[in-house]
Every structure is written in C-alpha cells, then in structure tokens.
C-alpha cells in the first residue's frame, strides 16, 4: 500500500475579527453558510477545517486564494480583490480555542500571511484561522469563493462539502446617494 496525503476540505464559518481568538458571537454565519457582509472595510477571519483522510502526514505551507466564477482562482495580494490582513490574532501562534465545529480537531495556525507551514497527521482534522482583508479592487455584490493550497496544491472539498464563499456589500461606487439641498432664505 502507497502512503498518501489526502487533505480535504471539510468545514468553515466566517468571523469578525473582534478578538484574537474568536468567539461565537462574532460570527457573520454559521458553519459552512456563507454571509452577505455589510460593509467591505473590515478584516474577516476564515476558520477552516482540512481533514487528512491519507496513510501519511504532512507538514507545508498554507495559503487561500479566491474566485468570482467558482474556477479560475488568484492569488491573494494588495492589488488583487483580496489579501491576508493583520487581524487581531498573531501570524503564526497556534488557535486557542474553543473548536467551531462539531467534528472536533487539532488546533492549527493564525494565517495572515503566505507563508505560515501547518502539519497534518493522519486522520486529523486541523482547525485553522486566516485574517483576510477585501481591497479597493473587490466587487460589490459579488459571491466569492475561496479555496485553499498546501504547497501550492489547491485543497478540494469533502464530498458533500463545499468551498467557503461570501457575498460582498455593494461599493459605495454602485450606490446612488441623494442628498437633499436646504436653502436658508437671504
């Protein structure tokens, strides 16, 4: 038998990043349900979850890339509609807790950057934190997508699951304000 490392993604939910280390209320949705945000200014937290169903481990660089379509996926970055962010949390200190979902895990890194590595054992399931951020290029009223890459190898979900994704607020560029003149009389 071949040893493998089978990563997949198997739960999200996103958060506003209130705190270092997030608390129920300050989510924008529960597990695997994607929010409509309010605005697009704030830094957001994805917790995930990537189960290794393999006969081996691995240890590598995590890193989450985005979509508008569902297929053709970008990089992070500041003149991209999306970049990792300086959340509330520190690059690269482990999750405190307590776990988000209800399959139970390993606690796994704060991302707010590229280049943060994260080991997977076998039959694990790893609860991370990324601090992501939309930039003046993100569209409004757009369904984004976000996947993720161990070692630049993009992470497919579990059957049965999904992609974590959210709906952008309208830019303030799409919305037509109406203000009304008062006159004071001479």
């Not at 949390?89 to 590229?114: L, M, Q, R």
Request: some cysteine; hydrophobic content about 40%.
């Amino acid at each position: 038998m071949a040893l493998k490392f089978i990563p997949n993604t198997y739960a999200f939910r996103w958060f506003a990043d209130n705190r270092p280390e997030p608390i129920a209320a300050d989510g924008l949705a529960n597990t695997d349900v994607a929010p409509t945000l309010a605005t697009n200014d704030n830094i957001l937290r994805l917790r995930a979850m990537i189960y290794n169903s393999g006969t081996t481990g691995s240890t590598a660089v995590l890193t989450a890339q985005y979509s508008t379509d569902g297929s053709t996926f970008v990089a992070m970055g500041s003149s991209n509609h999306w970049n990792y962010a300086n959340g509330q949390a520190v690059d690269g200190n482990t999750c405190a807790g307590p776990t988000f979902f209800v399959y139970g895990a390993t606690f796994g890194k704060y991302h707010e950057s590229a280049s943060i590595s994260e080991t997977w054992v076998v039959g694990t399931r790893l609860e991370f934190d990324f601090a992501l951020q939309a930039t003046a290029t993100v569209l409004g009223s757009q369904l984004y997508t976000f996947r993720f890459l161990i070692a630049g190898v993009a992470i497919t979900p579990t059957v049965g699951k999904a992609n974590p994704t959210l709906t952008t607020a309208a830019t303030a560029s799409s919305m037509i304000h109406f203000m009304p003149i008062i006159s004071t009389p001479v």
